[in-house]
């Protein structure tokens, strides 16, 4: 799957949602408060206006939050229509919106179709009824099913499920139940996520346990290969063709722009990367805030390296570096066309050996300087 380097990726964050889940730390508020989407939608406004006269050309489109399905279905056409008019979507390739199965009506869908959303992800998480309730969603295992028949019944085929690993109270046999139960519908991609806490979740669900850890991690990667998932990313598996364009602009690090309180961009001006993040307030929002910082060289290398090293095309460095690490990280690397790339067997230390490579290529460069 490519990818346009010279062309953004646009991400969308809608901050409400039904209910806040025990293990979120996204930004985002409840219905309840949906006295603040008016205030949300005037910063959006003003901040899409801003961007409208720098022609910016976008390649993908992500509506995430936050549910973007949980607002009226008014305010999501108002939105919809409001980034189609001011800003240049028409060679979107991809156009993704984050679901949760509550709140799928007929209405909601043709509306999406009406703006050529090409891509569902739904947030199903699990398959398992008790862990629903552990990871506080609202939906039940029957309701993740009828929303996927939904969906293709809509005539949607490209269908990512979000999956959740790894938390207190699964086991190995509810794991491979869920991954069973996602295989068995057409759905085109899998996003299987390993709780992780941080701060801002109501509750820490995360395990400490790194041989169960690794049991999830290799079960996860039998069943999803037998069943013709190819995994192009630590976290993520895709048919082949399928692969989500709008997140691979990430981890390649190409630029994007980032709409809504709390999201983030990364860009270039003057021949010179920044990245900035919008307050996750939505008074400060509105009031035009950003926090922008000028990233340095070593820091994009290293963002260079933590990004790409999580991808099935590796990262590409200097052929006497890429054999040296590949000498000293013996199996958990492999090398192609000069590309470093994790193995099976890195995969399930991913974090430990990017750190090492870093180390590594810092000793490299001293060593080509003496």
């Not at 199903?124 to 939906?139: A, M, N, P, T, Y």
């Not at 969906?151 to 790894?166: E, K, S, V």
């Amino acid at each position: 799957m490519k990818c346009s380097k010279s062309k953004y990726a646009l991400y969308l964050h809608v901050p409400f949602c039904f209910s806040k889940c025990k293990y979120c730390h996204f930004f985002s508020v409840t219905a309840r408060e949906l006295n603040l989407l008016e205030s949300y939608i005037l910063g959006l406004k003003k901040e899409v206006e801003f961007y409208q006269p720098q022609k910016l050309n976008f390649e993908t489109l992500y509506i995430g939050g936050g549910t973007p399905n949980s607002i009226p279905i008014p305010s999501l056409h108002y939105i919809l229509d409001l980034i189609h008019t001011k800003l240049d979507l028409s060679d979107a390739i991809e156009k993704t919106i984050e679901l949760n199965p509550d709140g799928i009506s007929k209405e909601l869908l043709k509306i999406l179709k009406e703006f050529g959303v090409n891509r569902i992800s739904l947030g199903v998480q699990s398959f398992v009824d008790e862990e629903l309730k552990i990871l506080g969603r609202k939906h039940t295992a029957r309701k993740a099913e009828e929303s996927i028949q939904t969906l293709l019944d809509a005539g949607f085929t490209n269908i990512n499920l979000d999956l959740l690993f790894y938390f207190k109270g699964q086991t190995e046999k509810t794991f491979e139940f869920t991954l069973n139960k996602a295989t068995e519908f057409p759905v085109t991609h899998i996003s299987t996520y390993s709780m992780t806490y941080e701060r801002g979740a109501k509750e820490n669900l995360e395990l400490n346990d790194e041989k169960f850890f690794i049991r999830l991690i290799k079960l996860r990667n039998r069943i999803l290969k037998d069943h013709g998932y190819q995994m192009y990313e630590i976290s993520n598996f895709a048919k082949k063709g399928y692969e989500c364009i709008h997140n691979l602009k990430y981890w390649l690090r190409h630029y994007y722009i980032g709409l809504g309180p709390s999201a983030s961009g990364f860009f270039e001006l003057d021949g010179k990367a920044y990245r900035y993040r919008n307050p996750s307030n939505f008074e400060r929002y509105f009031n035009g805030q950003k926090i922008i910082e000028k990233i340095t060289p070593k820091e994009a290398f290293i963002e260079e390296i933590f990004l790409k090293i999580r991808t099935r095309y590796g990262v590409k460095l200097e052929k006497d570096f890429t054999a040296f690490a590949r000498t000293y990280l013996g199996d958990l690397v492999s090398v192609k066309h000069n590309s470093l790339k994790l193995t099976n067997k890195g995969i399930l230390v991913a974090d430990a050996v990017t750190v090492k490579i870093l180390e590594l290529y810092e000793s490299y460069k001293k060593r080509a300087q003496i």
